[in-house]
């Protein structure tokens, strides 16, 4: 079984950074794509950024120039590095894995970001 487990959330002021880890159980050669999703209540979690095998990244309009995806395969470790952070942001984060049709998720780790 996958298991994914994101860290690196909290408060921080808008105009601050943070960087989120997500550490994976299995070699993430396996994934087809690794990528970042937020939610907020009552709003369904949409991707925030992505990358695919062959390192192909794509951006939510509202992140780019601020967010960078990235991963480190010696570690099985993906990481989104977050600048210039806006309270907007405000969210739960989850990493996302997937395998063929096998989407994996992990437990989700909050950012909140004051004005």
């Known amino acids: 079984q996958v298991q994914l487990v994101e860290s690196g959330g909290g408060l921080v002021q808008a105009g601050g950074s943070l960087r989120l880890s997500c550490a994976a159980s299995?070699?993430?050669?396996?994934?087809?794509?690794m990528g970042w999703y937020r939610q907020t209540p009552g709003k369904e979690r949409e991707l925030v950024a992505g990358?695919?095998?062959?390192?192909?990244?794509k951006y939510e309009d509202s992140v780019k120039g601020r967010f960078t995806i990235s991963r480190d395969r010696t570690k099985n470790m993906g990481y989104l590095q977050m600048n210039s952070l806006k309270p907007e942001d405000t969210a739960v984060y989850y990493c996302?894995?997937?395998?063929?049709?096998?989407?994996?998720w992990g437990q989700g780790t909050q950012v909140t970001v004051s004005s």
């Open positions: 996302n894995g997937q395998i063929l049709l096998h989407a994996y």
């Open positions: 299995t070699n993430i050669f396996r994934f087809n794509t």
């Open positions: 990358i695919t095998g062959g390192g192909s990244t």
